[in-house]
């Protein structure tokens, strides 16, 4: 089962390790041409720190001009808010729960529409990176086979692969969840690169679970607030789907 029934449910020790929202809109050339002084004095409470970087697009056009990317950082640089010609993106590696989230990007998205006035959105995103440790969760000993469900550990169940021996293993997988809405999924194995400057390598070997889900077309911007809700409700409905009763247990519902 993909998708699961459950009520929504938070847990005390949720696996989510980065969050990120960006919503994208047609090329507005003020963005790239000025410093945004005004944006940034409406927002320079929650994020005082500020860097500009040029960027690169990723894309075939053979000019690939840079693009000005305006990082307002929290003091404790675990908030980011990005904000280019292209889109506004806000991430966090703190995860506080749908609605404190949602609530820390009223400001500066309502601050954004009022200065710059988009048309529209073109593309509103949520994505959720989780990374489940089984050593965090006092579940050393036990199988992914028992934590993560069927349609994502196939090849874990067989039983000629020698676990040991097993490199890589994972599935990715394009579905549409309704009319506007559609989500891109990763799961695998996989260790995760050590951030900061001891760079101590972890080598627990963890599950992967990457969703990033979208609503794609025209989106007035007093209806962005809606279409993110609408994005964020179908998350917990596959990431529910993902993990099985025993994970539920570990993770400690609240």
């Given amino acids: 089962m993909l998708f699961s029934s459950r009520p929504r449910t938070r847990y005390g020790k949720a696996p989510v390790h980065e969050v990120i929202c960006q919503l994208r809109f047609p090329t507005i050339l ?3 041409d000025g410093d945004p002084f005004a944006f940034q004095e409406t927002i320079r409470d929650e994020f005082p720190q500020y860097a500009r970087r040029q960027d690169v697009p990723n894309t075939s056009n053979e000019s690939r ?73 006092g579940l050393e000993n ?28 994972g599935c990715d997988l394009a579905v549409r969840l309704d009319s506007s809405c559609q989500a891109r999924i990763h799961t695998g194995l996989g260790q995760v690169k050590a ?32 279409a993110l809700e609408t994005v964020h409700a179908h998350a917990a409905r596959i990431f529910e789907g993902v993990v099985t009763n025993r994970m539920r247990e570990a993770m400690e519902p609240l």
């Fill in 65 to 137: 001009q840079p693009v000005a990317n305006h990082h307002f950082l929290s003091e404790d640089g675990r908030w980011r808010l990005n904000l280019t010609q292209d889109f506004i993106a806000l991430s966090t590696l703190t995860y506080p729960g749908w609605e404190a989230f949602a609530g820390r990007l009223d400001r500066p998205l309502a601050a954004f529409i009022e200065r710059y006035r988009p048309g529209n959105f073109l593309r509103v995103g949520l994505r959720y990176v989780n990374l489940f440790s089984r050593m965090q969760l």
């Fill in 142 to 169: 036990v199988p992914w086979t028992e934590l993560i469900a069927p349609a994502y550990t196939a090849l874990l169940r067989e039983p000629d692969v020698a676990k040991d021996r097993l490199l890589s293993c």
């Fill in 30 to 32: 003020a963005i790239s």
């Fill in 195 to 226: 951030r900061g400057p001891e760079n101590n390598q972890d080598t627990e070997q963890k599950f992967i679970l990457d969703i990033d889900l979208s609503m794609n077309g025209s989106v007035s911007g007093s209806l962005a607030a809606g």
